[in-house]
């Protein structure tokens, strides 16, 4: 299994220790735990309630107590919402001491900065979230399709060539890859609902992404009508 570390989401580095060894492992008790990590005894059991505290392990019914790790996706889709819920609170804190009412305009690189603003993004409205995407970005937002899913959050998918078979969303539609390729330069990605929108384009040659998400009512509106004349 790759490297898991879950200190940058408020889990304690023996509780990221445990939640990883159960994943290989399977359910556990305190004393298998710690036998199975080379720690105390007293600090495994500590690691599972923290661990239960957060959402990331479930007790057993059965005596002796073992602890089974919720799995991957759905812890995933608890600590974006989490986060999202944090960031919430440090938004509205930054706006305080900013002009009111000025639109913002971030600018990103990387796929990985991609998913980040696209998960935020998608998790923290309820409205309607539209989204034209390769498979791949699509199928690694998964977790927010499911908590959007479940919420009862309207969501439409179009996915940009082959895949998207697996997605918790049934696809609105297929996008021919060379016909956006042309107008883009490359592959785009349009994340958009009626407050924010997020761009981004991965070029032909060369593969680097760029884009950026913004609450600017024009470049919202333009997001929009790029989704409307792609899909239509």
């Known amino acids: 299994m790759p490297s898991l570390d879950l200190t940058p989401f408020g889990f304690t580095p023996t509780e990221s220790q445990a939640y ?47 602890y089974r790790p919720v799995a991957p996706d759905a812890l995933f889709a608890q600590i974006v919402e989490r986060e999202s819920r944090q960031l919430d609170v440090l938004e509205a804190a930054l706006r305080a001491g900013s002009m009111a009412g000025a639109p913002d305009v971030i600018r990103f690189t990387g796929q990985r900065s991609l998913d980040e603003q696209a998960l935020r993004m998608a ?28 919420d009862g959050s309207q969501t439409r ?16 539609g297929r996008i021919v890859p ?31 992404l760029q884009g950026f998400w913004s609450n600017d009512r024009v470049l919202v509106g333009l997001a929009h009508a790029a989704l409307r004349a792609l899909t239509s």
Not at 21 to 40: C, D, F, S, T, V
Not at 157 to 172: F, Q, R, Y
Not at 178 to 206: C, H, K, R, T, Y
């Open 20 to 66: 990883r060894a159960l994943l290989e492992r399977g359910p556990l008790g305190g004393y298998a735990l710690a036998k199975a990590l080379a720690i105390a005894r007293a600090n495994a059991y500590q690691a599972l309630h923290g661990l239960e505290t957060k959402g990331a392990v479930k007790a057993t019914t059965e005596e002796p107590r073992r």
């Open 123 to 150: 998790a923290r409205t309820t409205d309607l979230v539209d989204c034209l995407g390769p498979a791949s970005l699509l199928e690694r937002l998964a977790p927010v399709w499911h908590k959007r899913a479940a």
């Open 157 to 172: 998918l179009w996915v940009t060539g082959d895949g998207g078979e697996k997605l918790p969303i049934p696809i609105a």
């Open 178 to 208: 060379d016909s956006v390729a042309a107008i883009f330069g490359g592959l785009p990605v349009v994340l958009a609902s009626p407050a924010a929108a997020i761009v981004a384009v991965e070029q032909a040659v060369g593969g680097d």
